[in-house]
């Protein structure tokens, strides 16, 4: 498997957005689109063109990306998950992917796309 290019982000505080996406253009990687919600991302996804993506676990109004994380993994595109809180805050259906901790650093960011491949 090649290292993913094509970078979704679901991220639901727009300065965080635009620093991650500062951080893939300096990695090389293509941000495939964004998104602030569970229903942008579910209707970016069916769009298609992403081969991974890097998802807030606790998106505005206590939404979880769970759905997301769903839908990525039924169509086999890989994901991080990026949270401050601890590994008890992902769903256990998700344990097994990388994990993106808060504050994000470029560092952290190269690595955990790194750990998909």
Do not use: C, Y
Not at 21 to 27: P, S
Not at 70 to 87: C, E, K
Request: charged share 25%.
């Amino acid at each position: 498997m090649t290292a993913p290019q094509h970078i979704l982000l679901v991220e639901d505080e727009p300065l965080i957005a635009m620093m991650l996406e500062d951080f893939l253009d300096i990695l090389g990687k293509t941000v495939a689109g964004t998104a602030d919600s569970v229903a942008d991302a579910l209707a970016r996804i069916e769009q298609g063109g992403i081969d991974a993506a890097i998802l807030d676990v606790n998106l505005r109004g206590g939404e979880k990306s769970w759905p997301v994380a769903d839908a990525l993994s039924a169509a086999g595109i890989p994901f991080v998950l990026a949270t401050g809180g601890s590994g008890d805050a992902v769903a256990p259906e998700h344990r097994d992917r990388p994990v993106l901790p808060k504050p994000f650093t470029m560092d952290g960011v190269e690595k955990a796309l790194a750990e998909l491949g």
